[in-house]
């Protein structure tokens, strides 16, 4: 592990950006960390909301990171098939000490072949395509399996990153964070999961995502047929 | 109220930008919403973590708004003295249907004279100055007075959304929203609050902080001279 410990955080066209700031602020408010936003280029990337996001580094000037980090969104089915993306981490997390994701940016690192047999979780609405791409799905609020670790949905991040903090440096040091974002959610409603959500919320959802969904399911599906002519051809 | 329904958040340096975050992937997951991210200029604002924000629209030119909130960090201390800024949530106020903050951006909903004889919270850490700006200390998540609506530290911007969601459109939008982001918090400890957080963590967070909150108590000193002035000028 280097001194300062060095996390790149993926951000791409379409992500939810959520499953990227809550994570970030977590870590920056750890001592001693380095931390990269990471994509092809420096220009601004367009999120599902109005905001834009500036990368700090591109891909090809990325230093080996100790921590290697993919949010999600619907920008993640680009993901699935980019050969440029998939290659990035898979030679990152050849040496990354953790490999970690949170929200759809599960269905990455499996497309990278980083999930083969590990367990894992993603946004519930994307659980029954993780094991497609070689994870072992998992329903919890975070997984750690060796050093992958992953989040489920968006704000799922958050619980994701005090997590990993207290993996890599100590518990006092997560507490601290936790403290200072005064992290005591207290949700209005008790809506968040699909087992708790009033029926016709849940209805309403599911059929306002279903294209995305069959859209999912198709870049999923090229993706595990690439990963297994790739496992055909060694 | 215009539709779709204009929202503004203001975004500065030295702003904690999961204050801003939080709330804007709520508010980015209702339909109809028109939402702008307001500073003086266009230019990138550096934040409290290496993410630097593109805001979409200056103050200048920004159209009157239905709710305009302000998020918090470090850098609301400049702003407690910043007369384009505090004029200009001052001018909103006046016809915003909705005037709200995060964290210490309360503050500066107190500077700009918004707060007076409203009950509001702000972070833990800035509760005990928030009364010399004229608002009325609650400590509570999220706290509804009228039409002013604040929240607590940082992640609680999150359950101030979902809950600003369900007051302006209806519960079953703002439980969609929590659906869809998952919002099903499972926090590793119980740190988030001073009255949780071991005796230690408290005690080391609050050293850290001392010249933080020296510089901020200063800052609402002279906010608050200053509204007195304003207030005998009248």
């Given at each position: 592990m280097t001194t300062p410990l060095r996390i790149g955080?993926?951000?791409?066209?379409?992500?939810?950006?959520?499953?990227?700031?809550?994570?970030?602020?977590?870590f920056s408010?750890v001592p001693d960390v380095e931390i990269h936003?990471?994509?092809?280029?420096?220009?601004?990337?367009?999120?599902?909301?109005?905001?834009?996001?500036?990368?700090?580094?591109?891909?090809?000037?990325?230093p080996q990171l100790d921590v290697?980090?993919?949010?999600?969104?619907?920008?993640?089915?680009?993901?699935?098939?980019?050969?440029?993306?998939?290659?990035?981490?898979?030679?990152?997390?050849?040496?990354?000490r953790?490999?970690?994701?949170?929200?759809?940016?599960?269905?990455?690192?499996?497309?990278?072949?980083?999930?083969?047999?590990?367990?894992?979780?993603?946004?519930?609405?994307?659980?029954?395509?993780?094991?497609?791409?070689?994870?072992?799905?998992?329903?919890?609020?975070?997984?750690?399996?060796?050093?992958?670790?992953?989040?489920?949905?968006?704000?799922?991040?958050?619980?994701?990153?005090?997590?990993?903090?207290?993996?890599i440096f100590?518990?006092?040091?997560?507490?601290?964070?936790?403290?200072?974002?005064?992290?005591?959610?207290?949700?209005?409603?008790?809506?968040?999961?699909?087992?708790?959500?009033?029926?016709?919320?849940?209805?309403?959802?599911?059929?306002?995502?279903?294209?995305?969904?069959?859209?999912?399911?198709?870049?999923?599906?090229?993706?595990?047929?690439?990963?297994?002519?790739?496992?055909?051809?060694?």
């Open positions: 955080l993926l951000v791409f066209p379409d992500m939810t950006q959520l499953d990227m700031t809550g994570p970030l602020q977590v408010a936003l990471l994509w092809k280029t420096l220009e601004p990337v367009r999120t599902d909301s109005v905001m834009r996001i500036n990368p700090t580094t591109t891909i090809e000037s990325c290697i980090c993919v949010p999600g969104g619907y920008g993640t089915d680009a993901l699935l098939g980019d050969r440029d993306i998939l290659d990035f981490l898979t030679r990152q997390g050849a040496s990354a953790y490999i970690t994701s949170v929200c759809t940016g599960a269905l990455v690192l499996g497309a990278a072949g980083l999930l083969d047999g590990y367990e894992a979780v993603t946004h519930w609405t994307a659980m029954d395509v993780l094991g497609d791409l070689g994870a072992i799905p998992v329903q919890d609020r975070v997984v750690i399996d060796r050093n992958r670790v992953t989040g489920g949905g968006v704000t799922a991040g958050i619980d994701f990153a005090l997590t990993l903090v207290a993996e100590d518990r006092a040091t997560a507490e601290g964070v936790q403290l200072r974002l005064e992290y005591v959610p207290h949700p209005p409603f008790d809506a968040g999961s699909p087992h708790t959500a009033p029926p016709e919320v849940l209805a309403g959802y599911q059929a306002r995502i279903g294209p995305a969904k069959r859209r999912r399911a198709e870049a999923v599906s090229r993706a595990a047929a690439r990963l297994a002519a790739a496992a055909s051809d060694q």
